[in-house]
């Protein structure tokens, strides 16, 4: 049996022989754990925000952040008193002793009909988001008090921090979802690169 030396030029040519391309699973991969990482990292806060304000939300009337009251119908709805009634009995009980009523269009942030309790929720455009609930037969002012759940759910969704800001909560969103799939798939991709038949620890 004989051996035939390989020559300079075999060698070289060995050395510069291309690699094959990359698998494209490798890439996906790879691609798939710096996102994994880095959108985890940069979205924390947000993520968090986002998760403590919908939970406190979701449970806004226990804890109190949203007044829960009660209240029957005092008279048909038809004869209800009219939304400009209302909002100037509204802007009446907030205003202080002989001070003028504001002007409902600049006052009033919005106004919650509720035929079947027979009443109507006024939210102020002030600092504390005061809320009147006015009753829709006899004009009896139920209760006043701040809404507490409005600060949260402009934190929820970025807009306490401004117009712009919302698209935080975009990018987190879009963030969260790219995090999941990224995370299904290098939990997934080792599975799929093991030859049939084969178990782990074998």
């Avoid at 940069?42 to 403590?52: E, K, N, W």
């Avoid at 829709?136 to 139920?142: E, M, P, W, Y």
């Avoid at 306490?160 to 939990?187: E, K, M, Q």
């Amino acid at each position: 049996m004989t051996f035939s030396p390989i020559d300079g030029s075999s060698a070289a040519r060995a050395r510069t022989r291309p690699r094959p391309p990359r698998d494209a699973r490798a890439t996906i991969s790879r691609f798939s754990f710096h996102a994994h990482l880095w959108l985890g990292v940069v979205s924390t806060i947000a993520l968090l925000v986002i998760g403590v304000t919908g939970i406190l939300l979701n449970h806004k009337r226990p804890l109190g952040l949203m007044p829960d009251v009660p209240n029957e119908p005092t008279a048909p709805f038809i004869a209800s008193l009219s939304l400009a009634q209302v909002a100037d009995i509204a802007l009446a009980e907030v205003a202080g002793a002989g001070t003028e009523p504001a002007n409902p269009v600049t006052a009033i942030d919005r106004m919650d009909v509720r035929p079947r309790d027979g009443l109507v929720k006024v939210r102020m455009r002030d600092a504390s988001s005061t809320e009147v609930t006015v009753d829709l037969g006899t004009g009896k002012v139920l209760h006043v008090g701040p809404r507490g759940d409005v600060f949260l759910e402009k934190l929820h969704s970025g807009e306490v921090f401004g117009g712009p800001y919302i698209l935080l909560s975009d990018f987190a969103a879009v963030a969260l979802v790219i995090t999941l799939i990224s995370g299904y798939w290098l939990w997934l991709a080792p599975k799929l690169r093991r030859p049939a038949g084969s178990e782990e620890g074998v």
